[in-house]
């Protein structure tokens, strides 16, 4: 069973960065043509997906958020991390690592349980 | 960026019933839509993609339908454990994947 597991600060103050890792279990991040990547959701709001990188080290953004977002995959290590720079109090959000689908790339197959970040 | 939109906001609904969720894209995503269901405190979870090829695991009360631009989820004979938020997701051109707002199930 894939389980993916969220970590990092929990509350961030405005205008510094946010740096957050996925752990993956089971299956390793090396090559094997899976996507790997995080979506947030604001307290009571939708889902907003933010950036994926691929296991060959592609990666793709969300262009509302692309100039403060970068995202990487250490595969020594089973992680895969989100940065996001000079936050602000609409950056407070449950952040969410996610596999992408294995045949379906654009679906979102599997999911951590989530990290609130609030930016206060 | 294709827009998706979900109706309605909230529906109530009793146990047993039939349940039919819309969305919509603001541009043809052919078959390439999701839905997603989220229970509070959850993470969400991938119930059909494809438009209509239900996940690994999901309850055969739980169709999609639709292409284009138009796209419902059925639910047959709503059971307790459905009642949750779904979310509809477009993956046609994506960067970026970009899902509705979401439908909230609640008990009538």
């Known amino acids: 069973q894939l389980q993916l597991q969220e970590s990092g600060p929990r509350l961030v103050k405005p205008s510094e960065n946010l740096s957050l890792t996925c752990s993956v279990s089971r299956r390793s991040l090396s090559p094997g043509n899976f996507y790997w990547g995080w979506v947030r959701q604001s307290p009571g709001q939708g889902l907003e997906w933010i950036a994926t990188i691929d296991d060959y080290g592609s990666t793709y953004y969300n262009p509302s958020l692309q100039s403060r977002v970068a995202i990487s995959a250490d595969t020594s290590n089973n992680t895969f991390s989100l940065r996001l720079t000079s936050v602000t109090a609409v950056d407070t959000a449950v952040y969410y690592c996610?596999?992408?689908?294995?045949?379906?790339?654009?679906?979102?197959?599997?999911w951590g349980q989530g990290l609130l970040v609030t930016v206060s | 960026e294709i827009v998706v939109t979900q109706s309605p906001v909230t529906l109530s609904v009793s146990p047993g019933e039939r349940v039919t969720l819309s969305c919509r894209a603001s541009q043809s995503v052919s078959s390439n839509l999701a839905w997603y269901q989220q229970k509070p405190g959850q993470a969400p979870r991938l119930l059909i993609y494809?438009?209509?090829t239900r996940a690994t695991g999901i309850p055969a009360r739980f169709s999609g339908s639709g292409s284009g631009t138009e796209f419902t989820l059925t639910i047959t004979s709503l059971q307790s454990e459905d009642f949750a938020v779904y979310y509809c997701?477009?993956?046609?051109?994506?960067?970026?994947?970009?899902f509705g707002q979401g439908t909230k199930v609640e008990i009538k």
């Open positions: 996610a596999r992408h689908g294995g045949s379906v790339r654009g679906v979102l197959a599997h």
């Open positions: 494809g438009a209509s």
């Open positions: 997701q477009q993956y046609n051109k994506w960067p970026p994947a970009t």
